[in-house]
């Protein structure tokens, strides 16, 4: 099934809302960027999704901007299809709401724990019915994800977007909105609305032509319709909205909350003074070539004229610091620190710990999106100011904010500030606020200065009629001059603003430490229908699968709801009941299994009534299951003979068996793309060249920067080859299957340490899939941190899980026993039930894991009888048990052997199949060989490699025991 992807609408809000150019600008107010047409992609499909109707509603309240924006996709192919639209939001700019068309009647989304509305689409979407996700990915970044798309059928879908309008000097507000949507539309209407405000306060700048304002409805009204057109550019609109307060009240929750714009203290600034020796951090990791470097180096020349001499320590941060160089300012002149910028090489992911200036620095200019993926996630605290410059569309406004603003600093938006105005920020220092209180009012919060207008945003509860809000001011001189504000009157304006106003407010302050703050923001979000980071919004078909998903539903649904909640509650706590008991059944006949003394002679034949009487003695569940047996081993399988009953065997006569000596000998996986092939043939001093040049034909092929990265690991060039590696982390903000593999591979590597983090963040985003849990609790264990490695495991045991992920509590059993066993130190097992405390020891074990949903992966693994183990013979005549079938999650698979017979055994992996809704490219594999698994002389070999074609097979290599 194809996938729909494309930077959409929103991010033409994004467009719409700044100015830019290629190269140097002066210190001016910009011009408006050059708006590229957007189109909706389907790669590889036969005829382009189509965006045909575009309906924006706009609401104006003071600053505050509401835009509704309502789109029709037609999908022309003969298959349905799976969408998602990915769009990043400029600071200040957040979706407050979507809905979604079910037969001509819009159903609004509720919100819903990220990680739970991410496990429900993905589910719901597998039973082929209608579910719409929107989430927030990392900054202020979101994607939509709408199944179906139906074939040869429409789509319609709403956002609703607001943000807060930069003032400018001269007291006005701009709206910018997008016209380009990159294809004929058959119907574009515009409608904006600006309650209180006299029509003749309001013009058109640029675009919309024929419009005109006119008083209607309490307030100027614009309205722009075109049919069977294609709009171009940028519609802008000035708006002059009144000088004074502005206040506007709205009841929620049994609630009246407030939403304020106040007129600032008109306290002049002051200058800051010059720094002696400044830190510039330059990020220059892959995604700090997205940045507009023109903004930043126009800030740079003006900025460094008004200092005129001073002495610059460079630092490039990526994965990791590097230092740049220290650069002398003469008069102005930094030409020569310009030409090392313009020659930065933007490669690698961006670890928030190189933002951490040099020693003997006396300011830090950071020049960043703000947005930490690798290692080190959070700014470091700064005992210096901090300026820190945002010039890029998809950025963390807030992180950045706090940051600066906390160490004395301040934060510039080039994207929404101009030129002149960022110089300005940098140079001098205003009043602060430092308290803001009320007796009237409750859980006051307020948003930093507008920089260009000096404005005030606060919100608040209402506890009174009217309230006073009391604020002091701190003077950049010293001293504190106070302000009273009274809100909530007659003369509020009655709009349905606040409330959310009053929560984006309150995000803003918790957004900066979100690990912290992370109950208090999932509840925000949930109470307010907002997205954070925490929480998505969801909509679902059927009120059954609001049900099942114990999501409350809009209120359309919430009685017959209610209704049928109830009954469903019970019998979740009887399976929860169930699932214990269930697993403690199973590790009981796993360990039967153990104790078995299985023959290590020759296979002797076997008829064929005997293959369905050899399925009894198999280990726990292990039925033949599905499909048709696979193609024959390269080894020649003889007759099996008939299974004598296996008695237990003595627990003295185990351990004193003297184990064969086993070792592991992997087939190297050599990738057959052209650029592996040219690197290899590459000399050492030219490698990265020639990796830079492959680079812009792959940016967005994981394959390429997991090949690239071996080679380099292979030519002893480690540093390089995890900055190329950790690209992974920059393709996609929060694709939990690119995000595990790149921590498969740092295990790999021998940097566990890097890995933990990465695994973290994809336990965050799929706590719901038990590999999640898994894999950073066997991260954990590399680390050293035993302890928390087999709490991560036991969850793995204790959780219930979807029927996807067979035998992989089994699984996280063995690996918590072995690491409990082996731990040179005590480990507090006193939360675990004893049940389920018992080490298996093994001579042979492979694991099979992946990285693609829905998609089967077979381990296969035949042994010196020429037998072998796979889904549909899953205990050998030797003992060797297959774990039960993986057909649709991730792994692992795995293969126990707990008496290895002398001679080789081969160890191949089978692409079977696929089942996604979504493009699939070429599967990463990740396949780890153990020997003597469980005990002080366990060791382990790793391989990743990729399959593509169904029914494709790759030998992945072979233990030898005993010769």
């Not at 706590?767 to 969850?795: I, M």
């Not at 469980?934 to 490699?945: D, F, I, M």
Request: charged letters at 25%; one cysteine or more; proline letters at 7%.
């Amino acid at each position: 099934m194809k996938v729909v992807q494309a930077l959409v609408l929103l991010a033409l809000f994004c467009a719409g809302q700044v100015a830019g150019a290629q190269q140097a600008l002066l210190i001016s107010e910009p011009p408006p960027r050059v708006v590229r047409p957007i189109r909706l992609h389907t790669p590889e499909a036969a005829q382009p999704v189509r965006l045909t109707r575009v309906s924006i509603e706009v609401v104006v309240v003071g600053r505050l901007a509401k835009s509704t924006v309502e789109m029709t996709f037609h999908n022309p192919n003969a298959r349905l299809l799976e969408g998602e639209l990915q769009f990043p939001l400029l600071d200040g700019q957040e979706v407050s709401g979507f809905a979604l068309d079910f037969d001509g009647k819009w159903r609004p989304a509720v919100p819903v724990d990220k990680a739970r509305g991410q496990e429900v689409f993905e589910e719901v979407t597998r039973t082929r019915v209608d579910p719409a996700l929107l989430e927030a990915t990392q900054g202020n970044n979101y994607k939509l994800r709408i199944y179906p798309i139906p074939a040869q059928g429409d789509r319609k879908v709403s956002l609703s977007i607001s943000e807060h309008l930069r003032g400018r000097r001269d007291g006005t507000a701009l709206l910018r909105l997008p016209l380009a949507f990159g294809e004929r539309l058959e119907n574009f209407d515009l409608r904006i609305q600006v309650p209180g405000l006299k029509a003749d306060a309001a013009r058109v700048v640029r675009g919309l032509s024929g419009a005109r304002w006119e008083n209607r409805e309490g307030g100027a009204t614009l309205a722009w319709h075109r049919r069977n057109d294609q709009p171009q550019g940028l519609a802008e609109v000035s708006l002059s909205p009144h000088t004074g307060p502005l206040v506007t009240v709205e009841e929620y929750g049994g609630k009246r909350y407030f939403y304020a714009e106040l007129p600032g203290p008109g306290i002049p600034p002051a200058t800051r003074p010059k720094p002696g020796q400044l830190a510039l951090v330059w990020d220059a990791s892959g995604s700090g070539a997205q940045r507009e470097h023109g903004r930043e180096f126009a800030l740079l020349d003006a900025y460094f004229k008004a200092l005129g001499n001073g002495q610059v320590r460079l630092t490039l941060a990526r994965d990791s610091a590097e230092d740049g160089g220290n650069f002398v300012i003469r008069g102005g002149d930094w030409s020569v620190l310009r030409a090392r910028l313009e020659q930065v090489i933007y490669d690698g992911a961006t670890n928030m710990a190189a933002f951490r200036p040099p020693a003997g620095a006396d300011a830090v200019l950071l020049f960043s999106d703000g947005l930490g993926n690798f290692s080190a996630q959070t700014m470091p605290d700064f005992d210096l100011p901090l300026f820190a410059v945002s010039a890029a569309a998809a950025a963390d406004g807030e992180r950045l904010r706090q940051a600066a603003t906390s160490s004395g600093g301040a934060f510039v938006d080039l994207l929404a500030t101009s030129p002149a105005a960022a110089v300005t920020a940098l140079r001098s220092i205003g009043p602060g606020l430092t308290a803001l209180r009320s007796n009237g009012a409750s859980e006051l919060v307020a948003a930093p200065p507008d920089p260009e207008s000096g404005r005030l945003a606060v919100a608040g509860i209402l506890t009174e009629p009217t309230a006073v809000l009391d604020l002091e001011w701190r003077k950049p001189g010293g001293g504190i001059e106070r302000q009273q504000v009274r809100v909530g009157g007659t003369n509020a304006l009655s709009a349905s603003f606040a409330a959310q106003a009053w929560a984006r407010l309150r995000l803003q302050q918790l957004l900066p430490e979100r690990s912290i703050h992370r109950t208090a923001i999932a509840r925000l979000g949930k109470s307010f229908g907002l997205v954070t980071p925490g929480t998505s919004l969801i909509v679902l078909d059927r009120v059954e699968d609001y049900v099942r998903h114990e999501i409350p539903p809009p209120a359309e649904l919430r009685d017959d709801y209610e209704r049928l909640a109830a009954s469903r509650r019970q019998q979740v706590e009887r399976d929860r009941a169930r699932h214990i008991e269930d697993i403690a059944r199973r590790f009981k006949e796993k360990q039967a299994w153990w104790e078995r003394d299985f023959p290590k002679g020759d296979r002797p034949p076997v008829r064929q009534a005997d293959k369905v009487a050899g399925a009894a003695g198999a280990a726990p569940g292990m039925m033949m299951e599905r499909r048709s047996q696979p193609a024959a081993a390269a080894a020649p399988v003889p007759p099996r003979p008939e299974m004598a009953a296996a008695a237990p065997a003595s627990k003295a006569k185990l351990a004193d068996a003297e184990a064969p000596v086993a070792r592991i000998q992997l087939k190297k996986w050599l990738p057959d793309a052209p650029y592996a092939e040219r690197l290899r043939k590459t000399e050492a001093d030219q490698l990265y060249r020639v990796y830079l040049d492959e680079r812009p034909a792959y940016l967005n092929s994981t394959a390429f920067f997991l090949d690239v990265a071996d080679i380099f690991f292979e030519r002893a060039r480690p540093e390089l080859a995890l900055r190329i590696l950790s690209n992974l982390a920059e393709m996609d903000l929060e694709n939990r299957h690119i995000l595990r593999i790149l921590g498969y591979r740092l295990l790999q590597a021998k940097r566990a340490d890097l890995a933990v983090p990465v695994l973290q963040r994809v336990l965050d985003l799929a706590p719901n899939e038990p590999q999640s849990w898994r894999d950073l609790g066997l991260a954990q264990a590399e680390t050293g941190d035993r302890q928390q490695a087999v709490e991560s495991l036991y969850q793995v045991v204790t959780r219930p899980w979807h029927n996807r992920f067979p035998d992989i509590e089994l699984i996280a059993l063995a690996e918590m026993n072995a690491l409990i066993a082996t731990a040179p130190s005590g480990i507090d097992t006193s939360a675990i039930d004893p049940r389920f405390l018992r080490n298996l020891p093994l001579d042979l074990r492979v694991l099979l894991a992946w990285d693609a949903d829905n998609t089967d992966i077979d381990l296969w693994v035949t042994d010196p009888n020429g037998e072998k183990a796979y889904y549909g013979n899953r205990l050998t005549y030797q003992g060797g048990a297959m774990s039960r079938d993986f057909t649709g999650g991730y792994g692992p698979e795995e293969f126990s052997l707990k008496k290895a017979k002398p001679g080789r055994y081969l160890v191949q992996a089978q692409f079977y199949g696929h089942r996604q809704q979504v493009v699939a490219g070429a599967t990463t594999l990740s396949l780890r060989l153990y020997t003597a698994f469980g005990s002080a002389a366990q060791k382990e070999e790793w391989l990743t490699l990729r399959l593509k074609g169904q029914r494709e097979v790759v030998t992945v290599g072979e233990f030898v025991v005993g010769q």
